[in-house]
């Protein structure tokens, strides 16, 4: 079982950035693929980010490209989403998932994804 916990949300003037953890429990980073999903009012969820550890490979959406990062820390066991230039249209709150080995469809499914965080919201004003 993989608990996730997220932080580092809140309320940022556009243009501006956040970082957001999503700390792991009970399984390490690298033998498992992470995501990103934001949900805004009225919306539904939509993928932001995914990561396979053990490859290196990251899968950005379009939208987000060359203004959201993903990193790790291994001996904290944390990954970190570094989001910069922040556009109103970013908000939203944000959930970290770690991916179902059984799965084996598009990492941008919802469905892909076993274990998930609480949320964090993320507030951008314009």
């Known amino acids: 079982q993989v608990q996730l916990v997220e932080s580092g949300g809140g309320l940022v003037q556009a243009g501006g950035s956040l970082r957001l953890s999503c700390a792991a429990s009970?399984?390490?980073?690298?033998?498992?693929?992470m995501g990103w999903f934001r949900q805004a009012p009225g919306n539904e969820r939509e993928f932001v980010v995914a990561?396979?550890?053990?490859?290196?490979?990251?899968y950005y959406t379009d939208s987000v490209k060359g203004r959201f990062a993903i990193s790790r820390d291994n001996a904290k066991n944390t990954e970190y989403l570094q989001m910069n230039s922040l556009k109103p249209e970013d908000t939203g709150v944000y959930y970290c998932?770690?991916?179902?080995?059984?799965?084996?469809?598009?990492?941008?499914?919802?469905?892909?994804?076993?274990?998930w965080g609480q949320g964090t919201q993320v507030t951008v004003s314009s």
């Open positions: 990561v396979n550890w053990s490859s290196g490979r990251t």
């Open positions: 998932a770690a991916r179902s080995r059984s799965y084996s469809g598009d990492y941008e499914r919802i469905e892909g994804y076993e274990y």
């Open positions: 009970g399984r390490t980073f690298s033998n498992i693929a």
